[in-house]
């Protein structure tokens, strides 16, 4: 039997790539018949995150954390992030001989050095010491693996993501959505430094620009951007409602490891306007009609706004949960030194069957 302990820094109530990533990796194992434990900030004393309060960071020590290791009996540790929780497990498995692997879902020297006076180079010495002492650090894409790699990081395997296409799908067109003119601009992103909104929020576009989430930023954008309609968070039906409704779903981050809001835009039928930069590059095919990629984003945008609806409808597709954790299962096995799964067979696509590349 595979038990698999996940250890996360990141989970709710924060809603980002990382707890969306997790949430459905997780249901995925459970259908396959693993168990799952998590240990997460839900189970500690938590303080809130120096410029970021939303984001509370554990109070934990390290016998709680071996505690809640030892009682589940795992057979493999993942550790999902370089927090506090990620850390304490780190330690307890070197300590313990048991292997792990990790996953590199944020750029974590660049986020913490937009807020912090800290040399990257000493952030990405961290993360090199952090990953590198585990048996597999899991990426979502091939471009992130190529640069991680030349960044020192050993034992690289891909775990890609998928998306809930019963959640978010094409809905029929309403004339004026959210009471504005089209075309549509639409994001859906946390609202800090990091994301790069304003180089969205100051293009010259026809129509109405939309932002759905909230973060630390949103205020001030509020204030400096108040022709933008700001939504503050939706979830559920109605997150799936304001995808449907855009034209152009537009990507400005060039921080983003992959971008989960990518497939739900292009499930949801609505085109990509992007940087080509890792994440976009790695799912925006420029063949396949279902957006646009280019250093001046306003151009992206205009070039999307030509773009098959339809045409993203049908990239959205290759990609599946039960593929992406399939292959992050794949990835556990590969760690623990055990037998890896037989490839499945599946639609072709970037996230279509599972496999771990070579380090």
Known sequence: MTKITIVTDAWYPQINGVVRSIENTNRELTRMGIEVSMITPQDFSSVPCPTYPEIRLSVASYAAVARAIEKFSPTSVHIATEGPLGLLARRWCLKNNLPFSTSYHTRFPEYVAARFPVPIRWLRAFVRW??????????????????????????????????????????????????????????????????????FLDLDLPGSKVVV?????????????????????????????????????????????????????????????????????????????????????????????????????????????EAASRQFLNNVLIAQGRKALPRQPGPKGPASGYRALPS
Not at 172 to 197: C, H, Q, Y
Not at 259 to 271: C, K, Q
Not at 277 to 301: F, K, M, Q, W
């Open 213 to 321: 989430g909230d973060g630390p930023g949103r205020e001030e954008l509020q204030r400096r951007y108040p022709d933008v309609l700001f939504t503050g968070l939706k979830t559920g039906e109605d997150l799936a409602h304001a995808y449907a409704q855009a034209d152009v779903f537009v990507f400005p981050s060039k921080t983003d490891t992959f971008g989960n809001t990518i497939l739900e835009a292009l499930a949801s039928g609505v085109p990509v306007a992007a940087y080509p930069v890792t994440g976009p590059i790695d799912i925006i095919d420029p063949s396949s009609g279902a957006g646009a990629l280019n250093e001046d984003l306003r151009t992206a945008c205009l070039e999307a706004l030509s773009c098959s609806r339809e045409d993203a409808h049908r990239l959205a597709r290759s990609f599946t949960w």
């Open 130 to 199: 952090f990953h590198n002492a585990g048996n597999g650090c899991m990426v979502a894409t091939a471009s992130l693996e190529r640069e991680l790699s030349k960044l020192g990081l050993k034992n690289l395997l891909r775990w890609s993501r998928g998306i809930d296409q019963t959640q978010f799908h094409p809905m029929p067109l309403e004339d004026m959505p959210f009471g504005l003119k089209r075309p549509i601009f639409l994001t859906v992103s946390r609202i800090a430094v990091e994301k790069n909104l304003p180089a």
